[in-house]
């Protein structure tokens, strides 16, 4: 009964490449979400998404970030050309449909861009 | 969804219960409470939520007033791993499927349980 899995749990990239962060959310959960969390500072929503759909992106940076969770496979929140800026604790969770009964977070991926 | 307003900080001591207030004075109808917490460096974790009724489950108790304007979570026996930031977060129930579905963190209560 695995909960939400991200990983990698450090990723470090220079600036300027790419990078991914992977999540897997619990089993029978069909929606994700994904929060930021720079240091010092609170959980900010970025994204929500249910399989195959992007239902609320309203948290997500205009360019450079992207997600997606497909058919198959975790959901993938992927940040093109890193800025120093980016490093960040990122966040996953998931839940069933509307979440009435709260998310489950994962361990989230904390990402240094040197 | 509503705004909520908590401390900034709470102190307890080891063993003794700790009372967090979270003040929710524009709150309507359909909207439950929800508190999360979250320990230095891990992903938040849910605690427990409710309408109006007081709930209780193995971690915690969740007391709404009658005018459901404000909540209290009470840890009824700290102990050091309690250490965290407490989150209260308002939001209404979900019942279409494209409604959208976030919850909004505020800057929460550090608790500080001492030994």
């Known amino acids: 009964n695995a909960g939400v899995m991200q990983n990698p749990r450090h990723l470090v990239r220079r600036r300027g490449q790419e990078a991914r962060l992977r999540c897997s959310p619990m089993?029978?959960?069909?929606?994700v979400y994904w929060y930021r969390q720079l240091p010092e500072e609170g959980l900010k929503f970025m994204v929500y998404l249910q399989k195959e759909n992007i239902i609320d992106e309203s948290g997500m940076p205009k360019e450079r970030f992207s997600a997606e969770f497909p058919k198959e496979g975790p959901s993938i929140l992927r940040i093109q050309q890193v800025v120093r800026g980016d490093s960040a604790a990122y966040f996953c969770?998931?839940?069933?449909?509307?979440?009435?009964?709260?998310?489950?977070f994962g361990s989230g991926t904390r990402l240094t861009v040197v | 969804d509503a705004k909520t307003t908590q401390p900034t900080s709470m102190d307890c001591a080891e063993g003794r219960a700790a009372n967090l207030p979270c003040n929710h004075s524009t709150i309507s109808g359909n909207e439950y409470v929800y508190w999360y917490r979250q320990i230095h460096s891990q992903g938040p974790q849910y605690i427990i939520h409710?309408?109006?009724n007081n709930e209780t489950n193995e971690m915690a108790s969740l007391i709404i007033t009658e005018d459901r304007k404000s909540s209290t979570l009470i840890l009824p026996h700290a102990t050091l791993r309690d250490t965290a930031v407490y989150y209260c977060i308002v939001r209404a129930t979900r019942t279409q499927e494209t409604s959208g579905s976030r919850l909004t963190f505020g800057e929460g209560t550090q608790l500080t349980v001492n030994p």
């Open positions: 969770a998931s839940s069933t449909r509307q979440g009435n009964y709260g998310y489950t």
């Open positions: 089993k029978g959960h069909s929606h």
């Open positions: 409710g309408l109006k």
